[in-house]
């Protein structure tokens, strides 16, 4: 019903910058919030941002200053720039999303991209 399609990964020197993309598609009436996950090998994901339709961030610890999270609403597209990169920031980089799709009286949180690898060599 909905696809969440992340671009923008890729490797990159320390101190390097890529801007990853996410873009929903599908039977989609709004999307409240929209987030940036990474997981490393082994771990949990963590939240690296998320903003709210209205405009409302929340950063992961440490990472605002570095990471700057944006939208645009008309397009169901969330951005993710990464500046100044660092080894420890190596991930896999999820797109997640809270979605009304068209009909629904509740948000479901069920939706993932399928991840793009960011690799920062030192």
């Known amino acids: 019903q909905v696809q969440l399609v992340e671009s923008g990964g890729g490797l990159v020197h320390a101190g390097g910058s890529l801007n990853l993309s996410c873009a929903a598609s599908?039977?989609?009436?709004?999307?409240?919030?929209m987030y940036w996950f990474r997981q490393t090998p082994g771990n949990q994901r963590t939240l690296v941002a998320a903003?709210?339709?209205?405009?409302?961030?929340n950063y992961g610890d440490s990472l605002e200053g570095r990471f700057t999270i944006s939208r645009d609403i008309a397009k169901n597209t969330v951005y993710l720039q990464m500046n100044n990169l660092k080894p420890e920031d190596t991930a896999v980089y999820y797109c997640?999303?809270?979605?009304?799709?068209?009909?629904?009286?509740?948000?479901?949180?069920?939706?993932w991209g399928q991840g793009t690898q960011v690799t920062v060599a030192s």
């Open positions: 997640h999303a809270l979605v009304y799709t068209i009909g629904a009286t509740v948000a479901s949180t069920n939706y």
């Open positions: 599908g039977s989609i009436d709004r999307i409240p919030n």
């Open positions: 903003m709210t339709s209205s405009g409302a961030t």
